[in-house]
């Protein structure tokens, strides 16, 4: 039938089987199945890392229902796939304390999501999930910052997020959107409250904007 037509779960396995255990090259199950050599090396990275995983619960006990779309997610990010230093002569992760960063980072996040309160109408699904974190650990380890790819090892994954904010958007960006969600959060109630002062405060705010609005334009065409 194949290759194509098949599951990709089933698909992964198979094509994993045939380079590492019956010593076909990539090209040669490429060609075998009508497929890209990048595509079947993509699913071989998943595989590699999901059958890690499987392992990695053995040893930890820390067990939880993965499929392999976060693992898919994974290989199809270079930056994810170079930092747990994915070796192709020896079709394996060669950073095996990543890799197991990798899988405590993805767990840490999962539980830290199920908590979450989504909103009316709002679904997620385990995998949707999974596959969301494995979407920003790839944005994180863009940046290839030391800072935080060491609290990624260290496993202080709250500390990894927050650095990540920051410097995603930057120190000042993040101040604006803090300062914007308190004036959406304000009431009615409050904005009764010592009206006159609040108008004070508000116009103080407003020309203190148009003051940073021009040191910002001014800088943007230095």
Do not use: C
């Amino acid at each position: 039938m194949g290759a194509k037509s098949w599951e990709p779960a089933s698909r992964y396995e198979f094509q994993a089987r045939l380079i590492s255990k019956e010593k076909w090259t990539p090209e040669q199950v490429a060609d075998r199945f009508g497929r890209k050599k990048t595509e079947v090396l993509r699913d071989l990275k998943a595989q590699t890392l999901y059958q890690d995983f499987r392992a990695f619960e053995e040893r930890t006990k820390l067990e939880h229902t993965l499929t392999y779309n976060a693992f898919a997610e994974a290989a199809r990010a270079p930056s994810v796939m170079k930092w747990l230093g994915w070796s192709s002569d020896r079709m394996a992760i060669a950073n095996t304390d990543r890799e197991s960063s990798f899988f405590h980072y993805l767990l840490s996040r999962l539980r830290s999501r199920s908590k979450l309160t989504l909103g009316e109408g709002e679904e997620e699904t385990p995998d949707e999930s999974a596959e969301s974190i494995v979407r920003r650990l790839r944005d994180m380890l863009k940046l290839e910052d030391e800072e935080i790819e060491g609290a990624l090892l260290d496993r202080d994954f709250d500390a990894a997020d927050i650095s990540y904010e920051q410097k995603r958007e930057g120190t000042f960006a993040k101040r604006v959107a803090s300062f914007t969600r308190t004036l959406k959060r304000v009431t009615g109630e409050e904005l009764q409250t010592n009206t006159a002062e609040n108008i004070a405060r508000l116009r103080e705010l407003e020309d203190q904007v148009k003051l940073t609005s021009k040191i910002l334009t001014a800088l943007s065409r230095s």
